[in-house]
């Protein structure tokens, strides 16, 4: 037995769900460029769960079920006013959706339509706990969410307490859609291997918040803002970048274990970019994020990911460092579900093998003789 260092290259499910061929990402079969330019988030999710588009009047009725599920339990939302206000945010999300299982009288029940309606309560319901959680750290009270309006235009409202613009609604909501599934990431491989055991939905999108949050992942957005922020200036990129290099630290933002050519995200992102940038009136995030990317890739070879250009994005839409990586998690829990879903369809446990690389026939040596 020879093992594969992080799985690379092994193919570990079927799925009709995502896509990744020739560099080029599906959902559904839909290319992610025209999702990106046309769909809305919330008819991706539909997409997502239910393998189809939806018609005008399933769109509605899923805009209608997200409105209803979104107030949180009273007992979740005590909670999360009782966590330190310095916490991390996305360890805080962790901890809120973990609890929202207590208070759903059907979490155990393993029906493939309670299934689907909690995967609908679990969207709408992080959608609320990131921004309560956000405005509870500041001493503020939480808001609570309108009824009938997208996941974008409801977390910019409940997170700032003013109606959102459309420029703003519009570009959180594209980043939504291009965050929503990404095929067998390390976050929905999380929560496929944990539902696999035939433990609950909210048990799997734990799991997957849990990976999610690491700097290698979905965390690296919060890294990127991080590192533009260190740098300060263009002036600086240069030198910062090329001692980076030298010192063979990994630059954030950049790579991917797909794609070696470019994330097809990417370009969407840096577009919003450019586009957000000049109408706030400031660049420098911009053409700081731009030149980063002439050196990297230029002395490397390496591309941005989705993560680099979403992080000037997020900024550029006034939303805090530390809600970036929950932000992608409220976009990408309609992926987990919808590969929850699947994997109960038609599961099997999943337990792989491990290469012992320990000693061989070792003795059992007495506690008083060691
Ligand atoms: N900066 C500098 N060098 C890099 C980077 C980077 N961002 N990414 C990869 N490399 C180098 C590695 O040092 C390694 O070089 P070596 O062969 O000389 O040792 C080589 O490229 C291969 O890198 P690995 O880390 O082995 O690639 P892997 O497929 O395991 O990792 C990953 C992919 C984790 C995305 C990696 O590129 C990385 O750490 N990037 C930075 C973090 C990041 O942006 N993560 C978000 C990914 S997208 C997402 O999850 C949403």
Redesign the pocket.
């Known amino acids: 037995m020879t093992a594969t260092k992080?799985l690379?290259g092994i193919v570990a499910t079927t799925s009709s769900i995502s896509s990744i061929i020739d560099g080029v990402l599906t959902y559904r079969g839909i290319n992610i460029d025209e999702l990106a330019e046309n769909a809305t988030f919330e008819e991706v999710a539909y997409l997502l769960w239910y393998g189809k588009l939806p018609n005008r009047s399933e769109l509605n009725g899923l805009i209608q079920q997200l409105s209803e599920y979104a107030q949180l339990p009273n007992e979740v939302l005590e909670q999360i006013k009782l966590f330190p206000k310095d916490v991390n945010s996305m360890a805080a999300l962790r901890t809120a959706v973990s609890s929202l299982a207590l208070y759903d009288p059907e979490a155990g029940d393993m029906s493939p339509e309670a299934n689907l309606r909690k995967a609908i309560k679990l969207q709408a319901r992080l959608t609320t706990i990131v921004a309560a959680f956000a405005r509870i750290r500041e001493g503020k009270e939480p808001i609570a969410p309108k009824a009938n309006v997208s996941i974008a235009e409801n977390f910019l409202y409940m997170l700032t307490g003013q109606n959102p613009d459309k420029v703003a609604i519009e570009a959180l909501d594209k980043a939504l859609v291009l965050h929503a599934d990404?095929e067998l990431?390390?976050s929905t491989f999380a929560a496929r291997v944990t539902v696999a055991t035939l433990s609950d939905i909210y048990s799997g999108v734990t799991s997957a918040i849990g990976a999610l949050k690491g700097?290698?992942?979905?965390g690296?957005n919060e890294a990127v803002m991080a590192m533009l922020e260190e740098i300060g200036t263009l002036d600086n990129v240069e030198s910062y970048i090329n001692n980076k290099?030298a010192n063979?630290?990994?630059?954030?933002?950049?790579?991917?274990?797909v794609y070696k050519n470019g994330d097809p995200r990417a370009k969407h992102l840096q577009k919003m970019s450019r586009e957000l940038s000049n109408l706030t009136g400031n660049m420098n995030w911009y053409n700081m994020s731009v030149k980063i990317e002439e050196l990297?890739t230029g002395q490397?070879g390496?591309k941005p990911?989705?993560?680099?250009y979403s992080a000037s994005v997020y900024t550029s839409l006034k939303i805090p460092r530390d809600l970036f990586t929950p932000i992608f998690a409220i976009s990408r829990v309609s992926g987990w579900t919808a590969h929850i879903l699947e994997q109960y369809e038609n599961n099997r446990l999943i337990r792989p093998r491990a290469e012992y690389t320990g000693p061989a026939n070792q003795p059992y040596v007495p506690i008083e003789q060691r």
Request: no cysteine; charged share 25%; net charge positive.
């Open positions: 992080g690379e990404h990431n390390a700097p290698l992942h979905g690296a290099l063979k630290e990994k630059i954030m933002g950049f790579g991917h274990r990297v490397k390496l990911n989705v993560d680099f």
